[in-house]
């Protein structure tokens, strides 16, 4: 009797072991051989000379990485984090309310109330930007408007500006926001609410205490897709912005391309990809732990 | 859950109606396969009369496969590790010279290439290639002023003139280290291939100096700004600046009177192409007087091809612009930007040291 | 006693009130704000200008050229390439959607559904993907295949080249990583003891996962499948390093029209994509509706 409850159990883990296998191996293996193969050649560049005209010379040095003593990266790394912050709590405070109202249509409106967000972000990129220069310039659609409204006199400085900026970050960011918002909010049973104020919670006190908590991974997850690629994003600062100030993006593009600098672009892909990654692991670890407590 | 099924069918579908449609077509989805009747071309995309292309396609029963990339450093980083099979190439000076030194460039067999003595003497033979080993000219057009004759008030001669604190928040530089720095050295009387740190330096700190007048640093869109009246003037590249002249009377381009820097960009054939002797073809073609101003009249650069010149072919409007095709003694004062291997760098950090002193 | 009440209740209506107000509000606001570039856009397919950037005048020019000798022979060149380039978008955003979407999900419910060692790991690796910079990716991926087929030649003799397998290959790389962050968020907020109840009551693991856990997910999955359409469908550094001879995308093509200008002809196609993406919108209300009634 014993032994056929241990087999039993021996032959649930094996079965929990192969599951485990088939849902992990395949995305494993192509991030292997198509990620993380190439990623170690990055690794590797970081420590060779550079070559005359791009890609390296195969001789070891560290001065690539001696060059990050320079104050000049790490202001220009502190600016695209602090950006790349704003954006996602701009994207947060537009994209939460757009995503629960979705959430809370009837089911059968759902999904089109979903891709009438996304759709636009299906036209090109660049002539979405050059609209953006219509809408925002002196005599643009804005100040048009503004003033035929007689609301100003001269037209406002709407462009080249950190306004601009936000404004075509937050446009570019808001699906990666609303998307994975809509994926936890959607199950989010509106019922419930009608519970707790029957039983005497306000909405707000409703939204804070429950809504709030039960979409807490949505929101990482959703931070998380603005904030990290936006860390890297440089072209629309440049187009929006005036180029003025030089993003972390535009470094690490600049050494691949205009200077020829391959092993410096990948150490300052490596400061990246460091910098970003450790505190999102520890939020992680931290917040496993918490629900092992619990 | 099935209404869901239907709808995410129904996406796909509307997805892989079109890819089923274009499938069918033989060669281009056949990545693998090499085919001796396909002449493939890697250049900036509309930068040919589409015309010439059918032309040739005609007259030597070959099919011309169309790729585009956006810039010399992406077409130079994309091409180093292995030519994935392209025949015609389209760099830009200095970058001929740093592709043929890196063994990227098959040399041109000139027995193949009659239509070569077409070209103006002044293009062949240049500094970045001599003897044309590797390249022949394609257009060429200079990097200058455009601006807005209404919004300045007055006609704008000189790079010094530009960065007159009247126009502060007016002016739109060029969002490439390069090129602009090239100018303001040439403006400050120095070589724009220096590579003296102190030189280059001086470079950056006239335009910190002058930082009030620069609205923006425009990637190429500088004369669409200049055509909003968003500035008044920009540093921009000929061809760029005369397409708007086409539209909006009030925009002039010049040719600053210190001089500035001249570019050519040139036809080449990749080491690896798969079709060579189609390739040779097609630059000929290219020389060809009729072809080569069919060309320039589209996209409104400069033609180096004298022949197309002197036989009238030329749109006359564009003739007898001194921005396409300057005076004698203006294009004395042109200089190339010229390969300089491992000191491109030393630009790329000045850059990066004026956007921080730009920037706070 | 009383007069707080109604102070109370006051207060919650009020509450209440400003909520849907607020709502409604900023989901228009946020609409207002997605379509006004859009409606710039295809205002702008109608301009006579050359340039995306002044109003000059209404023409049909650039739809006609659009259609104009599609099928004959003498069609226009630069037709054929915008059309070309559009095709090989939708291609590699569709087949590349749905690899990543089934990869990214299955690694998504193992993360959060068994407990391995090795899961920090894990972790890390899918958010690295996103926080690589493209061209880093890119170049890395072109260095990479280049080495592998310089093997295979020496090996087997067979000389593969870039192409759109290549491309489609580097776009499933970044799009698992989004599908599996969207999923997992959704994965995190049910709860286990649903799957367990079905297994109790006999359903084996593949019933269970057919008919409780993937209905319960499906949501988040439709929002990374659109999230990495959206991404494939805009991608222009990592497309750009990794394509070969023929398989440009629109982006690329987009892009390389910097040096000249970017046409209205942009702007009708995106035009016309974004009436297909309606019009299937509409057609699945449609057929819903018809269903529903049945």
């Given at each position: 009797m014993f032994n056929r409850i241990q087999t039993h159990l021996a032959t649930a883990t094996n079965r929990r072991r192969l599951n485990l296998a088939v849902l992990v191996i395949p995305a494993t293996v192509w991030l292997f051989f198509f990620f993380v193969l190439p990623l170690f050649m990055v690794l590797l560049y970081s420590v060779l000379e550079r070559g005359t005209y791009g890609g390296v010379e195969w001789q070891f040095t560290l001065s690539n990485y001696e060059r990050l003593f320079n104050p000049i990266y790490w202001g220009v790394l502190g600016r695209s984090l602090w950006l790349a912050l704003f954006t996602t709590v701009a994207c947060l405070l537009v994209g939460y309310p757009l995503a629960f109202f979705i959430a809370s249509r009837p089911p059968q409106w759902r999904n089109t109330l979903l891709l009438l967000v996304i759709i636009p972000f299906w036209t090109n990129f660049l002539v979405r930007i050059y609209a953006w220069i219509i809408i925002l310039r002196q005599e643009g659609v804005i100040n048009v408007l503004l003033s035929s409204l007689h609301l100003i006199n001269q037209p406002l400085d709407l462009l080249f500006n950190s306004f601009a900026v936000t404004v075509g970050l937050v446009y570019g960011y808001l699906p990666f926001m609303i998307l994975p918002l809509y994926a936890t909010l959607e199950r989010f049973d509106f019922a419930l609410l009608d519970a707790a104020q029957d039983l005497g919670a306000n909405d707000l006190k409703t939204f804070v205490r429950i809504v709030l908590p039960l979409t807490l991974r949505g929101i990482v997850a959703g931070s998380l897709l603005v904030f990290i690629p936006a860390v890297g994003e440089f072209i629309t600062p440049d187009i929006l912005g005036g180029a003025k100030t030089l993003m972390m993006g535009n470094l690490v593009q600049n050494q691949f391309l205009g200077a020829r600098h391959w092993p410096f672009g990948s150490v300052l892909s490596i400061v990246m990809i460091v910098i970003v990654l450790i505190p999102i692991l520890i939020y992680f670890r931290v917040a496993d732990e918490k629900l092992k407590a619990n | 859950m099935k209404r869901l099924l239907v709808f995410v069918l129904l996406f796909l579908f509307g997805v892989m109606i079109p890819v089923g449609c274009t499938a069918?077509?033989?060669?281009?989805?056949?990545?693998?396969r090499t085919d001796t009747n396909v002449l493939s071309i890697y250049n900036w995309s509309t930068y040919i009369d589409p015309d010439v292309i059918t032309q040739f396609e005609q007259e030597y029963d070959v099919r011309v496969q169309y790729d585009t990339y956006e810039s010399n450093d992406a077409l130079l980083a994309k091409i180093q590790?292995?030519?994935?099979?392209?025949?015609i190439i389209v760099p830009t000076s200095d970058f001929v010279e740093g592709m043929a030194a890196q063994g990227l460039l098959k040399p041109l067999n000139h027995d193949n290439i009659p239509n070569l003595v077409n070209v103006d003497p002044a293009f062949l033979d240049t500094p970045f290639d001599p003897g044309n080993e590797y390249s022949v000219p394609y257009q060429w057009g200079t990097a200058g002023i455009g601006y807005n004759i209404e919004a300045t008030g007055e006609e704008i001669t000189s790079w010094a003139q530009m960065?007159?604190?009247?126009f502060a928040g007016k002016v739109a530089l060029l969002e490439d280290s390069r090129a602009m720095l090239g100018v303001v050295l040439i403006a400050l009387g120095k070589n724009p291939n220096t590579t003296d740190p102190a030189e280059i330096k001086a470079a950056v700190d006239y335009i910190v100096e002058h930082k009030d007048v620069v609205a923006t640093f425009a990637p190429d869109t500088g004369q669409d700004l200049l055509d909003q009246g968003e500035v008044a003037i920009a540093v921009e590249w000929s061809g760029d600046v005369f397409q708007v002249m086409e539209e909006n009377e009030n925009i002039r381009y010049v040719i600053p009177e210190e001089g500035t820097i001249v570019w050519t960009d040139n036809l080449a054939i990749p080491t690896g192409a798969r079709n060579p002797e189609m390739a040779e073809k097609f630059i000929n073609f290219i020389l060809e007087p009729e072809i080569g101003a069919k060309i320039s009249n589209y996209v409104k650069f400069g033609s180096p091809n004298k022949a197309a010149i002197e036989q009238g072919l030329i749109a006359e409007e564009d003739l007898n612009n001194p921005g396409i095709y300057p005076s004698p003694e203006t294009f004395n004062n042109l200089e190339y930007a010229q390969e300089l291997g491992g000191d491109t760098q030393l630009f790329d950090d000045a850059w990066t040291e004026l956007k921080v002193a730009i920037g706070q | 006693m009383r007069n707080a009440l109604t102070l109370e209740r006051r207060w919650d209506l009020a509450i209440r009130f400003l909520g849907r107000v607020g709502l409604w509000g900023i989901t228009l606001a946020a609409l207002l704000f997605l379509y006004l570039p859009i409606a710039i856009l295809v205002i702008y397919s109608f301009n006579t200008s050359r340039l995306n950037a002044v109003w000059r005048g209404f023409t049909l020019d650039w739809y006609r050229s659009l259609f104009a000798g599609i099928g004959e022979s003498g069609a226009d060149v630069i037709t054929g390439q915008i059309w070309d380039a559009l095709f090989n978008s939708l291609w590699v955003g569709g087949i590349a959607t749905v690899v990543a979407t089934v990869f990214g999900t299955m690694v998504a419910l193992a993360l959060e559904r068994f407990k391995f060692r090795q899961k920090t790991a894990l972790e890390a690796l899918l958010f690295l993907p996103i926080i690589i910079p493209d061209i880093t990716m890119g170049i890395s991926l072109l260095v990479f295949f280049s080495l592998v087929f310089q093997l295979i030649q020496t090996v087997t003799g067979v000389r593969l080249v870039l192409g759109l397998p290549t491309v489609i290959i580097g776009h499933i790389a970044f799009n698992i990583s989004y599908v599996a962050v969207t999923v997992r968020s959704r994965i995190a907020e049910l709860d286990p003891a649903l799957e367990e109840a079905a297994q109790d009551l006999g359903a084996n693991e593949w019933r269970t996962f057919y008919r409780v856990t993937l209905p319960l997910i499906f949501p988040g999955i439709l929002s990374g499948a659109l999230l990495a359409f959206t991404l494939s469908l805009d991608d222009f550094v990592i497309t750009f390093f990794t394509a070969g001879v023929g398989s440009t995308t629109l982006p690329v093509f987009v892009y390389g029209m910097i040096k000249l200008s970017v046409t209205p002809a942009i702007n009708a196609i995106s035009t016309l994509m974004l009436m297909a993406s309606f019009l299937i919108v509409l057609a699945s209300l449609a057929l819903q509706r018809r269903s529903l009634q049945l």
């Open positions: - | 069918d077509s033989p060669d281009t989805r056949n990545p693998g590790p292995g030519n994935p099979g392209y025949d960065f007159d604190p009247k | -």
